[in-house]
């Protein structure tokens, strides 16, 4: 992914360069691009920070306005990555609903190619950053005479579907900004473009915050100030618990158009001289300071894969149980192979200080580190002081020094056996890794058969923390799933810091421990996700779906201990989930759960339903693929005998339309991980680069001088040719001009030929 994001990073930087090429007369109400100041801040920048569309620039010759000619010197050669020229928008509309904890936002935007001159084409790339743990759903372009959508399909164990897919077509730049290439476009054309996709609300302190990206830059803005630009923004809200909303300031000027019990609806419409320059946030809360929450229940429908009854429980801890701290005792398992050397290593020891600053003095920690071997900072654990920490610190440069392979097992066992007996602290274990194991199904039992013979009552909970794509993050998510805590991974080595301080803030956050629901014993056929249910947090709420059969009770209790290990009960109500879209709301966390279970179990069925489910939530999986259909019309002429004449045979033209599957997007879950890579200590963004066709043709030339050289520069050979008369040497010159032009035959051959 580091190669993808440097060639775009670099793309946008070139593009916004060859931009100012373009003339758009002496009316221009767009600012040109800004001068990039260092090149560090400029990279971070470069990266779209709400919706965009790119042009595509091989050959810079190009670039030129498709209504007014600037006749600019050519430009010689092409670009290499291509240049990503930013192109301006006409208008944007997005429509959010809000339901329970998700956001399903719908985005329409009008895009110009104004960088391409009429008579060219060139591909256009769409760049759409999401909210949190944002999930794509589907893609819609329109142009004049043809269409473009994505679709999911089920991956070919064949292979049949790999269609040697490039990063380049689409796929996720970073883990929240999906891009997808749209091929040939013309010069001077309108692009209409649709996308959807779902993100979760952040919960805080009683609060859900609403975060979409609608920050566009200065560029975007189409020349001429007699185009008129409209913004639209319409929000609903569904609370689904049947109580009042209070709503705090936006970042926009919405108007209220319909007010319910536990629904809001609202409009913001404006033509603006200028597109917004800010995100869209938008804060509400429920006005309530206990924990709250509910039961829903829904049909399954006709196209439902499981023909069960589905039911999700919902627990919000809310403001006064959020205040209630849980002390801890925290032990940092960190993996210091091979594979993290460089700034993987770096990045997590930073993580772990980080982390470690934010204790109270009341907690206790301790850090293990591990690859063949284990390195135990202290065999007990340590009050949180100041110089406990700076003692830490100075351990972990001692001793994070990456070599070695990968053993999981003993870091685990050691790290539990460590953490047993705990009785007024909740005992928590950060594993940090970077790779895979064979005996990670192995690990899962053993762990599965230690937390639940655990003789006190807190069992150590398990945060998994992954980083790239070589570990196996659906072993980590069982694994956080059987420690009653929470999965997150870090995509680049830039992410690590952030990523884990959001997982210590969300562990940090534990507000009821040893969660347990009564009123499911009587219900048949009982599937309940997840099987170990984990801690509430005040930083999110508590999930626990499933299928059943049977009738449920009016109310379920839940049972916890709070923060001073005293008891908590609180009953939920059971009611129906008339107008909340409950397998939409869950599709994303059920196709997560099940992919877990499936690579578990091992099970082929599971992973036939997950496909399934994928298909029909148009939500991404490991089993499915997203393609790019094409759909074009095409004219066709028919003959027609019109009644009552004898030359009645007439040309009749009928237009209709032809799908096409043109690409095959890279894979965009998040991978079962590299075991290869890990044993060989493959560091996180290492890419073997094949050699291209100019290198190639270097290196032959290359050889074909050195052996030249090696035979014809003795001695002996120089003093022969300085006695060589001119009819000789006119005659040798020929005779390597021959074996030369015979040479670039070879050389061509090399570079452009089979194997």
């Known amino acids: 992914m580091s190669t993808t994001t440097d060639d775009f990073t670099r793309g946008v930087e070139d593009g916004l360069r060859l931009s100012k090429r373009i003339y758009f007369g002496k009316d221009r109400s767009v600012a040109p691009p800004k001068p990039l100041l260092s090149m560090e801040k400029a990279r971070r920048s470069l990266y779209p920070v709400s919706p965009m569309l790119y042009a595509v620039i091989f050959n810079p010759g190009i670039v030129d306005n498709p209504d007014v000619p600037s006749y600019q010197p050519h430009v010689h050669g092409r670009c290499d990555p291509p240049a990503l020229?930013?192109?301006?928008?006409n208008g944007i509309d997005i429509d959010v609903d809000c339901c329970l904890d998700t956001a399903f936002v719908t985005l329409s935007g009008s895009w110009r190619v104004h960088c391409v001159m009429g008579s060219a084409t060139c591909d256009c790339r769409l760049a759409i950053p999401m909210g949190l743990e944002g999930s794509i759903l589907g893609v819609e372009v329109e142009l004049i005479r043809k269409s473009y959508k994505t679709q999911l399909v089920v991956v070919d164990e064949k292979g049949d579907t790999e269609n040697n897919a490039k990063p380049e077509d689409g796929g996720f730049l970073k883990p929240h900004i999906f891009t997808l290439t749209i091929p040939q476009v013309d010069g001077g054309s309108n692009i209409s473009v649709k996308v959807r996709w779902s993100q979760k609300l952040i919960y805080k302190h009683g609060d859900f915050t609403l975060d979409v990206p609608f920050s566009f830059p200065e560029y975007?803005?189409?020349?001429?100030?007699?185009?008129?630009?409209?913004?639209?923004?319409?929000?609903?809200?569904?609370?689904?618990f049947g109580t009042q909303v209070m709503c705090k300031e936006p970042s926009h000027p919405l108007k209220e158009q319909k007010r319910a019990v536990g629904k809001l609806v609202f409009l913001y419409e404006a033509e603006v001289l200028t597109w917004s320059s800010s995100d869209f946030v938008f804060t509400y809360s429920v006005p309530t300071s206990n924990a709250f929450g509910g039961v829903f229940l829904q049909f399954p429908s006709s196209l439902t894969i499981d023909q069960k009854e589905m039911f999700s429980l919902y627990l919000f801890p809310g403001p006064d149980l959020s205040k209630k701290v849980i002390k801890k005792e925290v032990l940092f398992v960190v993996d210091i192979s091979g594979s993290m050397k460089g700034r993987t290593i770096e990045a997590t020891k930073s993580a772990v200080i980080a982390a470690l600053s934010k204790l109270d003095q009341e907690d206790s920690f301790s850090i293990l580190a591990f690859n063949d071997q284990t390195y135990l900072y202290s065999s007990t654990l340590e009050l949180a002081t100041e110089e406990a920490l700076q003692k830490a610190t100075d351990w972990m440069g001692m001793n994070f020094i990456p070599g070695g392979g990968t053993n999981m097992s003993i870091a685990l066992d050691q790290a539990v056996e460590m953490l047993s007996g705990t009785k007024r602290s909740v005992p928590m274990i950060f594993f940090i890794t970077d790779g895979a194991v064979e005996n990670e199904r192995q690990i899962c039992e053993v762990m599965m058969k230690q937390l639940k013979n655990q003789g006190s009552e807190l069992c150590p909970r398990i945060y998994t923390f992954g980083i790239g794509s070589f570990c196996n993050h659906y072993f980590l998510r069982m694994l956080a799933m059987i420690g009653r805590g929470h999965f997150v991974a870090a995509s680049d080595p830039d992410s690590i810091v952030s990523r884990m301080e959001a997982l210590f803030s969300r562990a940090s956050s534990t507000v009821l421990l040893n969660i347990a629901i009564d009123?499911?014993?009587?219900?048949?056929?009982?599937?309940?996700?997840?099987?170990?249910?984990?801690?509430?947090?005040?930083?999110?709420?508590?999930?626990?779906?499933?299928?059943?059969?049977?009738?449920f009770s009016d109310t379920l209790k839940v049972k916890g201990l709070l923060a001073d290990m005293s008891n908590f009960t609180i009953d939920l109500k059971v009611q129906r989930a008339k107008d909340i879209p409950l397998d939409k709301i869950l599709a994303k966390q059920q196709i997560e759960h099940y992919t877990s279970q499936a690579w578990f179990l091992q099970d082929k069925k599971l992973e036939e339903k997950v496909a399934k489910m994928s298909m029909q939530s148009g939500v991404v999986s490991e089993y499915t693929r997203m393609v790019l259909l094409e759909t074009v019309q095409v004219q066709e002429k028919q003959a027609s005998t019109s009644s009552g004449t004898k030359k009645g045979k007439k040309e009749s033209v009928e237009i209709r339309e032809k799908v096409e599957m043109i690409k095959v997007l890279q894979r965009v879950g998040m991978g079962f991980g590299n075991l290869i890579a890990t044993i060989e200590n493959t560091p996180q963004g290492y890419e073997p680069k094949l050699p291209d066709q100019a290198e190639m043709l270097v290196r032959a030339a290359g050889n074909c001088c050195v052996n030249l050289c090696g035979k014809c520069c003795c001695m002996c050979c120089i003093q022969t040719c300085s006695r060589v008369n001119d009819q000789c040497a006119i005659l040798v010159t020929q005779i390597i001009t021959g074996l030369a032009f015979f040479g670039c035959f070879a050389c061509c051959e090399l570079c452009c030929g089979g194997d």
């Open 220 to 240: 975007v803005t189409p020349a001429g100030k007699k185009l008129t630009k409209k913004e639209k923004i319409q929000l609903s809200v569904n609370v689904g």
């Open 85 to 89: 020229i930013p192109l301006q928008m």
């Open 519 to 551: 009123g499911l014993d009587d219900l048949d056929a009982l599937q309940v996700y997840p099987s170990v249910i984990s801690d509430l947090c005040s930083e999110g709420p508590l999930i626990v779906f499933g299928h059943y059969r049977g009738g």
